[in-house]
T-cell receptor
């Protein structure tokens, strides 16, 4: 398996633009997580899905952020409109049910909002 | 919700020395404690974990200890090598929360040759 695949790896955009980050989890994994990593706040859980259903989105910063998982092999995280404080590395991770700690992370998407 | 605190935030050791990273958690129902290593510019990767029915676990130069009474757990790296230089994250999880992980803030370990 190729592992968790994220795109784009790097994104530079201007404030106010829409940003869409994409994730393909490992085939057969039941859970998908979106994390944001910054120097100041470390790894923050934004939202996670179980069998394509959002379970907990309490970490989503505000209404500008939204996430979808239309099927078991694809998820998106959208920021609209983007702001400079959204600059961070966004990680997608997946795992099997019952394997709480064994997250498999993607390479991350480094977002810079100017 | 669960809160995980991690110390120190940075740690510098001489090659060959030991390194210890400590974490505390707030929710006594947490029962699974993994550790992740993130090398510069790379993704976090699971390196070792411990469950609440075990007090200590070893894997070569790495060991984790758990004190459920005090609600703290630690990562020990012996005979450190330059390739151990990375950011290490502890985390905690309990099944009733849907198995989501709460991460500590990370420890940046530098091993001086």
């Amino acid at each position: 398996d190729a592992g968790v695949i994220q795109s784009p790896r790097h994104e530079v955009t201007e404030m106010g633009q829409e940003v869409t980050l994409r994730c393909k989890p490992i085939s057969g994994h039941d859970y998908l997580f979106w994390y944001r990593q910054t120097m100041m706040r470390g790894l923050e859980l934004l939202i996670y899905f179980n069998n394509n259903v959002p379970i907990d989105d309490s970490g989503m910063p505000e209404d500008r952020f939204s996430a979808k998982m239309p099927n078991a092999s694809f998820s998106t995280l959208k920021i609209q409109p983007s702001e400079p404080r959204d600059s961070a590395v966004y990680f997608c991770a997946s795992r099997l049910a019952g394997r709480a700690g064994e997250l498999f992370f993607g390479e991350g998407s480094r977002l810079t909002v100017l | 919700g669960e809160n995980v605190e991690q110390h120190p935030s940075t740690l510098s050791v001489q090659e060959g020395d030991s390194a210890v990273i400590k974490c505390t958690y707030s929710d006594s129902a947490s029962n699974y404690f993994p550790w992740y290593k993130q090398e510069l510019g790379k993704r976090p990767q699971l390196i070792i974990d411990i469950r609440s029915n075990v007090g200590e676990k070893k894997d070569q130069r790495i060991a984790v200890t758990l004190n459920k009474t005090a609600k703290h757990f630690s990562l020990h790296i012996t005979e450190t090598q330059p390739e151990d230089s990375a950011v290490y994250f502890c985390a905690a999880s309990k099944k009733s929360s849907g198995d989501k992980l709460t991460f500590g803030t990370g420890t940046r370990l530098a091993v001086r040759p």
